[in-house]
Nanobody, 122 residues
Framework: QVQLQESGPGLVKPSQTLSLTCTVS?????????WTWIRQSPGKGLEWIGC???????VYSPSLKSRTSISRDTSKNRFTLQLSSVTPEDTAMYYC???????????????WGQGTLVTVSS
């Protein structure tokens, strides 16, 4: 069965870059899906960050685009999130998610990782 798992530091200092990796197991990064990062916080709820396709094409939330970079390494079945210039407002549970190409982005989040808490604090 395909599974997604997030990994990375749980604590990041303000102004630094948040970096997370999603590892895909039991399958591969395929061309019939988008590979997506989502976050959830008490204040903002669920927020779609961005996604990457097999082709390496990316789409980012307009509110975060200037600070966001998503990449993938298909040979290692991994995709990554980098969010720069973080502030305490970026504290959230971060999830990697698979969603289908045919659905509007953010509306058919079909497979989720378990999530990882990232705290931005000095």
């Amino acid at each position: 069965q395909v599974q997604l798992q997030e990994s990375g530091p749980g604590l990041v200092k303000p102004s630094q870059t948040l970096s997370l990796t999603c590892t895909v197991s039991g399958g591969s990064i395929t061309a019939n899906s988008y590979w997506t990062w989502i976050r959830q916080s008490p204040g903002k709820g669920l927020e779609w960050i961005g996604c990457i396709a097999y082709s390496a094409t990316t789409v980012y939330s307009p509110s975060l685009k200037s600070r966001t970079s998503i990449s993938r390494d298909t040979s290692k079945n991994r995709f990554t999130l980098q969010l720069s210039s973080v502030t305490p407002e970026d504290t959230a549970m971060y999830y990697c998610v698979r969603e289908p190409l045919v659905a509007p982005l953010g509306r058919a989040l079909e497979l989720w990782g378990q999530g990882t808490l990232v705290t931005v604090s000095s």
